[in-house]
Every structure is written in structure tokens, then in C-alpha cells.
């Protein structure tokens, strides 16, 4: 979704939801992405890094298969966990907001297969393809979500059913593009299974760590809904729609691009010529993405009331003075995070084994920490030191070219 588009959206929303509506939307969504996360974690990395090189040795059709039926091995894995956190939560006597949640689960299953389409036409080179697929989410998003507030009222489940009725129609849509794609390529023989273990070694790590970066993604809403109220994580929403997410899908947008292009110019590591040219871009996107957030965050220090007067309803406006924060806080986040790409496009996912799970751990507890101490603002401290501390380690790692052996 375009950063308008996502402007746009936080208009609608916060005209037909109130603060404590949207709380709950914000907290419904964290369990959809938890079960989406985990479950397609040792598929949806690979299959994005080994386009570029089953490209290169011509073999499109049967890398296609395997990362199909890698896919399929996601979708069984969510549905037992779905299976798993509904029993637990019928448990444990939140059965109020079962319709929620499974709807929730529902919407980002169907969010990871259309994001591994959009993975598959980028490194394609179908720019077209995934810009056109990516304005028809981000317009059907809108539509949707005032039709259905308008007919249905406000609600999370309303809202939800919007995304998913969008979601739905841009997945039919990819579908044909990449049957389009895969028949233009033939298979030379049966490497299926050899592509599922790459596919498979390469992205297992994930499974190790991607369970931590949701607590950590997750815990600042969950710890406001503990520590204070509902209605507080509506306001911390609308500050990460408005700070946190923009900056995210700008320097996101950078990644996407440049993603497939350190990944081709990788190959399989084995010259240093293109590692170090690998090494070398991913430095200079990084400090294009330092300097957007810096820009960014001056301007919204400057413009904070102007900004929300325009994009949000009044009820909101009481906490745009935190925007300038959460705008360095995603960016220093999303700057480390294109350098975790360098280093996926050197092979070495292990190395983030590590400073993902601890930075993760860390950025939960400080938001524990900080929505106890001091609520919103706590919450807002804790997530800038957590991208300052993530954006340093991965800086660290990736200070060198990757060396080949």
C-alpha cells in the first residue's frame, strides 16, 4: 500500500471508529500476524531469495512447484496453530472476541500469499505487474472498508471483512499473472525436491526468530492494553499509522526494489567482486533511508498539529506530538532491516538468528516497561531505543563485504 493510500485509510477509519473501536482493531490484528508469521516462516524467505537463482540456472518451472507446495506446508502449519490459539482462548474466557481473531487469522493467511505472488513478480522484474496489483489492494481497501462501514457500522469485525474482501479479489487477480509466468518457462527435469530443501535450509532460521520479532512487534499494543486501556492503543494506532507505518512503506518500497537486484548481482555468492558491490549498495540504501527518516521527523516536529488536523479525527489529535518520535523509531527500524536483506543476500541468515531474538526480547520488555511507567510515552520511548539498538547490530554485521571461502 502507497503511503497516500495508507493516509487515506487512517481518514476513513478514524471517521467511523472511535478510539477504543480502533484499539481493538489494532489488537485483533497482532493475532492474525502471529499465526501468518510463524506458520509461513520457513517458506516465505526462500522463496524470495532463490527466484534470482533458479533464474539464473533456468529452471523458473520446478523452483515454481516447490515454492507452491512449500506454501501449502505454511497453510497446514496455520491452521493447527489457529486451531492451537482458538482452543486457548476459548479457555481462557476470551470467547468474545473469537469471530475477531479467526477473521483476523483468516485476512494475513491470505496477506502472505499474495505477498509471496508480489515477491515472485518483483524478482521477475514485473514492475508493472506488482504496482498494479499493489494500487488495486490500496484502492479496494478504501472502497471496501467505507462500504462496509457505511452499510454494516463501525466495528473491527466490519473493518476486517473489508480487508479480506480485498485481499480476496487481488489474489485471483495475481493468480493469472503467474500462471502467465510460469508458462513461459519449461522445465529441464525434476528438481522439485532439491529447491523445497533450499528453499527449506535457507529459511528455517526465520522460524527460530520470527515468533520473537512479533512479541516484539506486538507487545507495545498488548502491553497499553494491559498497563492502561483499550483506548490508549487506539491512540498508539493512529501514531504508527502516522509515524511508524509511512516511513516503513517508503523505505519498504526501497527494499522491494532493491531486493531482487542484490539478490541477482549475489547469485550464489561465490565471486567477491559482486559481493563487495552487494555490500556497497546496501550501505548507500541504508543511509538514503537515515536521511528520508531525519527529514521526515524535522518536518513533523515542526507540522505535528497541522499533520493530524488534516489526517485524523479530533478525537485523536491529543498525542500528535509523539509523531516526530515514532517516525525516527520506524525508521531506524526499517534501516536495519535493509541491511538484514544484505545479509540474506549473502546466504547468512544465521547471523540474524541471534540479534533478532535478543533485540526482540529487549524491545518487549521495553515496552512492557515503558506502558507501565508511562503509558503512551513509555511505550514510544521504548520502540525509538529498540530501532536504534536493532538499526546498530545489524550495522555491526554487515560492517564487511561477505567473504568467499
Same mark, same amino acid.
Given at each position: 500500500m502507497s503511503v497516500l493510500a495508507s493516509l487515506v485509510l487512517v481518514r476513513v477509519l478514524t471517521n467511523y471508529l472511535n478510539v477504543e473501536q480502533y484499539g481493538e482493531l489494532a489488537l485483533a490484528l497482532t493475532v492474525g500476524t502471529l499465526v501468518s508469521q510463524v506458520a509461513f516462516s520457513g517458506s516465505m524467505p526462500g522463496i524470495m531469495r532463490y527466484f534470482a537463482i533458479a533464474a539464473e540456472k533456468g529452471d523458473i518451472k520446478e523452483y515454481m512447484r516447490a515454492a507452491d507446495s512449500m506454501m501449502?506446508?505454511? #497453510?497446514f502449519a496455520a491452521l493447527a496453530l489457529s486451531l492451537l490459539l482458538i482452543f486457548g482462548m476459548a479457555i481462557y474466557g476470551y470467547s468474545s472476541v473469537l469471530a475477531v481473531t479467526i477473521m483476523s487469522i483468516i485476512f494475513s493467511v491470505l496477506g502472505n500469499f499474495n505477498s509471496k505472488q508480489? %515477491? $515472485?513478480?518483483?524478482? #521477475?522484474r514485473q514492475r508493472k505487474v506488482v504496482s498494479l496489483h499493489t494500487s488495486l489492494d490500496a484502492g479496494l481497501k478504501i472502497l471496501f472498508a467505507i462500504s462496509f462501514l457505511i452499510w454494516f457500522g463501525g466495528s473491527a469485525?466490519? !473493518?476486517i471483512a473489508a480487508y479480506i474482501a480485498s485481499v480476496s479479489i487481488v489474489l485471483i487477480s495475481q493468480s493469472f499473472f503467474i500462471k502467465r509466468l510460469i508458462s513461459i518457462h519449461q522445465s529441464k527435469k525434476n528438481t522439485t525436491s532439491f529447491w523445497k530443501q533450499e528453499i527449506w535450509k535457507y529459511s528455517k532460521p526465520f522460524i527460530f526468530f520470527n515468533a520473537f520479532t512479533w512479541v516484539q512487534a506486538s507487545s507495545d499494543r498488548w502491553a497499553?492494553? $494491559? =498497563?492502561s486501556t483499550t483506548q490508549d492503543v487506539g491512540f498508539y494506532a493512529v501514531l504508527l499509522q502516522l509515524g511508524y507505518t509511512p516511513i516503513a512503506i517508503c523505505t519498504g518500497l526501497m527494499a522491494t526494489l532493491i531486493g531482487p537486484i542484490l539478490f541477482q548481482r549475489s547469485g550464489d555468492t561465490s565471486d567477491p567482486l559482486r559481493n563487495a558491490n552487494v555490500h556497497k549498495r546496501a550501505w548507500q540504501i541504508t543511509w538514503l533511508a537515515l536521511v528520508l527518516t531525519a527529514v /521526515? /521527523? !524535522? $518536518?513533523? =516536529?515542526a507540522f505535528h498539529d497541522f499533520i493530524f488536523n488534516i489526517l485524523v479525527s479530533s478525537q485523536y489529535r491529543a498525542v500528535s506530538y509523539l509523531l516526530p518520535f515514532m517516525i525516527l523509531a520506524g525508521g531506524f527500524v526499517s534501516a536495519g532491516q535493509i541491511l538484514g536483506l544484505k545479509l540474506m543476500s549473502d546466504l547468512n541468515t544465521k547471523a540474524l538468528i541471534f540479534p533478532k531474538i535478543a533485540t526482540s526480547l529487549l524491545g518487549a520488555f521495553l515496552s512492557f516497561l515503558g506502558a507501565y511507567l508511562a503509558g503512551i510515552e513509555g511505550v514510544v520511548g521504548g520502540c525509538l531505543i529498540f530501532g536504534v539498538l536493532q538499526l546498530l547490530w545489524m550495522g555491526w554485521l /554487515?560492517?564487511?563485504? %561477505?567473504?568467499?571461502?
Open positions: 501449502e506446508y505454511g #497453510a508480489s %515477491m $515472485i513478480q518483483n524478482a #521477475a469485525k466490519v !473493518v497499553l492494553d $494491559i =498497563f /521526515s /521527523s !524535522v $518536518i513533523a =516536529f /554487515s560492517r564487511y563485504p %561477505m567473504k568467499v571461502c
